[in-house]
Structure formats: structure tokens, C-alpha cells
């Protein structure tokens, strides 16, 4: 079974709606992030969390909202969706006791398209 | 702030064919960690290789190698004998280490291999 989980995998919504895109990992580490990728650019962060109480606005955070649910649960929500959200979303893990260095863990990515 | 430059945006080469990813970064830290991913077409991130700022060896595996060099800020990767199933996007990224296992990517480069 993968280290890190998305749900869902790919997703088709329309514009205004409430999305919710969850990350499970079974890795144990503290640290959670998202990232999003458009076309042509690389990963941007939008939210990390270093435990369940502590949560950090990423680079591009506006518009986006996230809840750690639990050490093993991040959820990223659109609370009202917009064409320009389109994109390929990855949740990432990694453990601040890594003393090889700072590796994230990455899931399978979701594809959103926002209509 | 830590930057990552990947100057090549698309790369195409025949088959069997040598190739050579640019990548160039920029940080105020002295310890750092430099990493590349492979993207195939199916989207998800395969982890290739980790290398820390105190660690100037080259390194080789297989068909790839990887060549990072603290003097002109690179870490530059080398596919000998491409193949085409080495078509993807490649990405280069920073973490650094007093940035909480926050990574920075490069914008990407796409490699097409053809036969």
C-alpha cells in the first residue's frame, strides 16, 4: 500500500463549488504539505503543517484553506472553486528527525479541473 | 529566499543520445539539500536522488548521473544512452535546512527521447 494517499484522484467541479481534497499518510512524520502545479511551472506551496496545532500559509495560500484532522490527515478545501484552481494538486510528507535530509514524501497528485 | 533555475524548458534528443539537465540555485543557507524528480506523463513524482550541501561527490547510477558543483551553485543531471521510456518532465529542487522541509522547485524540463 502507498505511503501517501489522495483522495480523489481526479476531480471535475464547477465554478463556485466547495471542494475537498484529502491526504492520508501512514509514514508517521509530523510534517504535511500542499503543493499545486500548473503547466509548464513547477511545485508551488500552498499550506504545510507542522503537527496537528500548527499550520503555516505556503506561497500561494489565498483562496485555499487546509485542516489537519489528525497526525496522519491533511485536508485541502476550495471553499469556492475557480477556473484558475485548475491544476495538479500534491500532498507531501517528510520527518524533521530525517537527519539524511529534509526528503519529502510525495502522493499520487489529484487533477483538478474547475469548469 | 531559496531559488531554483531550470533554464531548459524542452529537450528533445534521439535515442541513445547523451543529455544534460541544467539546474542552478540560489540560498543564503550553508546547509541545504538539492534533490531531482522524474514526472512521467502519468503525473505522479519519482524521487531519483538527494545530495547535501556538504557533499560535493558526484554520483552514478545506472544510465543517470549527477554532477553538483558549490562553486557555480549547480547540480546538473546527465542521462547517458537515453531511452525513450526517459521521457518526462525532470525537477530540480531546493530544501533548505532551516526552512522547515520546505521544498522549492524549478519550473521543470521536459525531456522527449525519440526513437
Known amino acids: 500500500d502507498a505511503d501517501v494517499t489522495q483522495t480523489p484522484r481526479n476531480r471535475i467541479t464547477k465554478t463556485g463549488k466547495r471542494i475537498m481534497l484529502e491526504c492520508s499518510q501512514t509514514?508517521?512524520?509530523?510534517?504535511m504539505y500542499w503543493y499545486r502545479q500548473d503547466p509548464g511551472l513547477g511545485l508551488r506551496l500552498i499550506y504545510y503543517?507542522?503537527?496537528?496545532?500548527?499550520?503555516n500559509k505556503g506561497e500561494i495560500s489565498d483562496g485555499y484553506s487546509v485542516s489537519r484532522q489528525a497526525q496522519a490527515k491533511f485536508s485541502l478545501s476550495l471553499e469556492s472553486a475557480i477556473p484558475n484552481q485548475t491544476a495538479l494538486y500534491f500532498c507531501?510528507?517528510?520527518?524533521?528527525?530525517?537527519?539524511?535530509?529534509?526528503?519529502?514524501?510525495f502522493g499520487p497528485g489529484t487533477r483538478l479541473t474547475v469548469l | 529566499a531559496q531559488k531554483v533555475t531550470q533554464a531548459q524548458t524542452e529537450i528533445s534528443v534521439v535515442e541513445k543520445e547523451d543529455v544534460t539537465l541544467d539546474c542552478v540555485y540560489e540560498t543564503r543557507d550553508t546547509t541545504y539539500y538539492l534533490f531531482w524528480y522524474k514526472q512521467p506523463p502519468s503525473g505522479e513524482l519519482v524521487f531519483l536522488i538527494r545530495?547535501?550541501?556538504?557533499?560535493?561527490q558526484n554520483e552514478i547510477s545506472g544510465r543517470y548521473s549527477w554532477n553538483f558543483q558549490k562553486s557555480t551553485s549547480s547540480f546538473n543531471f546527465t542521462i547517458t544512452a537515453s531511452q525513450v521510456v526517459d521521457s518526462a518532465v525532470y525537477f530540480c529542487?531546493?530544501?533548505?535546512?532551516?526552512?522547515?522541509?520546505?521544498?522549492?522547485f524549478g519550473d521543470g524540463t521536459t525531456l522527449t527521447v525519440k526513437p
Open positions: 545530495r547535501n550541501s556538504f557533499d560535493e
Open positions: 503543517s507542522f503537527d496537528v496545532k500548527d499550520i
Open positions: 509514514k508517521g512524520h509530523d510534517r
Open positions: 529542487a531546493l530544501s533548505e535546512n532551516t526552512n522547515a522541509g520546505k521544498s522549492t
Open positions: 507531501a510528507t517528510s520527518d524533521p528527525r530525517d537527519r539524511v535530509g529534509n526528503e519529502q514524501f
